[in-house]
């Protein structure tokens, strides 16, 4: 029983860890109709910018806001200005292609320029284990848990109780309506930007430590990601939460009880039956299909 | 696609196909794995291309066949030429199968639905010792022969896969040109449309996987056959994300894009990688980095593939 617990526990940490990358992902297809398939990749380059960071000598909290300030610009701004911008009036896949393509350059560049080896990377959270009511949790998993969920909480509150957080609703809802209503839609549609930024580099920090930093570590995360994104819903910022803690709950459920080898298998089963029977996602609204 | 446009790149496809007559056995070698590349290109392009469904699963496919044309010709000891159906059908089979979804979904949905395919049958393959060896993959698959003339060597083989990518191509070629071509391309452009005027789009969706799906199991017999070694490194996700990028580099949806696409994502870096000058190693090693930032420039400038440069060219002559 203590067992069963242990592996809910953990695999709500996780799967919270994946409903961070989810909520970028919906975010961005929300405000700006963008599928982002390099999300995985967002995830990885802050890692290397971690590591880079802290190799110079800095602290993890410092290297953690420069790495934030820097993903801001590049992942954020750049990634709108340079290729969402051009690409987004030809529609959703021409941008799937491109972002394909820059998850391909992004793993070969930090192939080619700096490794291919897999780094270790310092947890943000002290080791150990601890005994709470007869069961045995680690500090990892709780501090995992408190700072995503933490975030998560704080990001509805931002979506939900904010003049801008609205607003960015709002732009999301109905971009023309929006703007008639007077709100800045492009400023919002930044603000998507630079939060989706935000997210993989925290994403980053507290998946590393267990996914060491690799060059190709962005292919389970992103992946896992777009199915959290799509098992709860893609039109709903709590769909994607869902997604993610039901996936990494099953997926420490099925590696333990019934075969480890098949772990990673877990969302894509999930995935494909929600898609053939709700694929508006679980928490979803179905969208008008649109001729 | 008219008959005249058709003739430089047969003619361009003899010549080099031709080089293999001076060409060392490595070269050969690499020239036969890009005609089994090409088989599976064709059949994603009929899926992708011509049809308009998004398919990030190709690898696997080409998977599956290798996968039974080792299994078959190691531990059955079945013929090549009896293999070869054998993994045709199944494919087809499965390609019907993993169609479904796309009724139901489209676009990036798709992807990761075909993507999430990929993965299972990569973990599969890689899992299932008893059936394909794990990671230690299955050793010594034969090479065929033919009416008793052995196939063995790689200028030999070379010529069979060609030959066959050759009637694979004309087969594809005759079935754009018939009635179902037409009703591809209907469902690519405007499926609502297509449905009203009696185009049974469920049938051809799931057929469009299908036959795409064939083409590709055949490619993975002769990809056993070839290199004579299965493991499921070359079939893990990443290999369908090439596929899939080379058919779009090219030009999704003309005949000859996936030609052009695959010497771009399997003929130069070979060849980079093979050159014993320094700067081409170097470039070798930031190969994928420059392929990346191209399909990101190509989208943007570029969004119907390399082929479309001529009619876009032509247009503006016409312009002016």
């Known amino acids: ?291 | 696609m008219t008959v005249r446009s058709t003739w430089p790149w047969l003619v361009g496809m003899l010549v080099v196909a031709c080089t293999s007559f001076f060409l060392k056995r490595s070269d050969i070698y690499l020239l036969s794995l890009c005609s089994v590349y090409l088989m599976a290109t064709y059949g994603l392009n009929l899926t992708v291309g011509y049809a308009g469904q998004m398919s990030l699963g190709q690898a696997a496919f080409l998977g599956i066949g290798a996968y039974i044309g080792a299994i078959l010709m190691t531990k059955a000891g079945w013929p090549f030429w009896c293999v070869l159906p054998v993994a045709a059908i199944v494919c087809f089979v499965v390609g019907l199968v993993i169609g479904f979804p796309a009724l139901r979904v489209q676009h990036h949905y798709l992807a990761f639905a075909t993507l999430g395919f990929n993965v299972l049958v990569f973990l599969a393959l890689r899992n299932e010792e008893w059936l394909t060896g794990g990671t230690f993959g299955i050793a010594n698959i034969p090479r065929p022969t033919l009416f008793g003339y052995p196939l063995d060597t790689e200028f030999r083989f070379f010529w069979l896969t060609f030959a066959s990518l050759g009637v694979l191509m004309t087969l594809l070629w005759l079935l754009l040109r018939s009635p179902w071509g037409r009703a591809f391309a209907a469902l690519r452009d405007n499926p609502i449309r297509a449905e009203s005027l009696g185009v049974n789009i469920t049938a051809y969706t799931l057929f469009a996987f299908a036959i795409g799906a064939a083409a590709a199991g055949i490619g993975g017999v002769y990809y056993a056959s070839l290199v004579q070694f299965v493991e499921p490194g070359p079939f893990h996700f990443s290999t369908s994300l090439m596929m899939l990028l080379a058919v779009i580099v090219g030009g999704a949806g003309r005949f000859f894009g996936p030609l052009l696409g695959t010497v771009v994502i399997i003929l130069l870096p070979e060849l980079l990688r093979a050159s014993t000058v320094p700067a081409l190693q170097f470039m070798q090693k930031w190969y994928l980095v420059a392929f990346g930032v191209a399909v990101v420039l190509l989208m943007v400038w570029l969004p119907g593939g390399l082929l479309s440069l001529g009619d876009r060219w032509r247009r503006g002559r016409v312009g002016q």
Not at chain 1, 186 to 194: A, D, E, N, P, Q
Not at chain 1, 211 to 222: E, R
Request: aromatic share 10%; net charge neutral.
């Open chain 1, 1 to 291: 029983m203590s067992e069963f617990v242990q592996l809910i526990v953990s695999g709500i940490a996780t799967g919270s860890i994946y409903a961070l990358a989810a909520l970028g992902f919906t975010l961005l297809w929300q405000a700006a109709g963008v599928i982002n398939f390099a999300q995985g990749e967002f995830v990885m380059l802050p890692a290397f910018g971690m590591l880079i960071c802290v190799s110079f000598g800095m602290p993890l909290w410092l290297a953690f806001l420069v790495t934030c300030a820097v993903a801001m610009l590049v992942l954020g701004w750049g990634f709108k200005v340079a290729i969402v911008d051009p690409l987004i009036r030809h529609g959703v896949i021409p941008l799937v292609i491109a972002t394909l393509g820059l998850s391909i350059a992004a793993k070969s560049t930090v192939r080619a320029g700096y490794s291919a080896l897999a780094f270790p990377f310092a947890s943000p959270f002290p080791e150990g284990q601890f005994a709470l009511a007869g069961v045995t949790l680690s500090y990892a998993d709780v501090g995992t848990l408190v700072l995503a969920g933490g975030i998560v909480v704080a990001l509805q509150a931002f979506l939900n109780r904010t003049v801008t957080g609205r607003a960015m609703q709002a732009v999301a809802q109905n971009a023309d309506a929006a703007r008639v209503l007077g709100i800045d839609v492009k400023r919002m549609v930044l603000y998507v930007f630079l939060i989706n930024a935000v997210l993989a580099v925290v994403t980053a920090l507290l998946v590393t430590p267990t996914y060491l930093a690799k060059f190709d570590m962005g292919d389970a995360i992103g992946q896992k990601a777009f199915f959290a994104a799509i098992i709860g819903g893609f039109n709903q910022t709590r769909g994607a939460l869902l997604g993610g803690v039901l996936i990494g709950v099953l997926e420490n459920l099925v590696g333990f009880y019934v075969s480890p080898e098949y772990k990673e298998g877990v969302a894509l089963v999930l995935f494909l039956f929600v898609i053939l029977f709700k694929p508006e996602g679980l928490l979803g609204r179905s969208e008008e299909r649109k001729v």
